[in-house]
């Protein structure tokens, strides 16, 4: 059982290591975009939301399974 909850936070620490590195990447980036092109700020910013929010989402999809093995245990058997 102790292993389970080994695994359940390794999850949700990986999951949040990766999206905050990816999020900060993608903001990095569209600060770097909207330097060069400050025409183009308004779409970029569209895009950016949406990248994070799907992002984001990934990283609860990992947040859910980690509930999922915590509470639930589907390999108890």
């Not at 895009?47 to 947040?63: E, Q, W, Y």
Request: proline share 4%; net charge neutral.
């Amino acid at each position: 059982m102790g292993l389970i909850a080994i695994a359940c936070g390794l999850i949700v620490a990986f999951g949040a290591m990766g999206a905050a590195i990816g999020i900060a990447m993608v903001g990095s980036k569209y600060l770097e975009s909207s330097a060069r092109q400050p025409e183009l700020m308004g779409p970029l910013q569209t895009k950016l939301f949406l990248i994070a929010g799907l992002i984001d989402a990934a990283f609860l999809i990992g947040v859910a399974i980690a509930l999922l093995f915590a509470f639930v245990n589907p390999f108890a058997g």
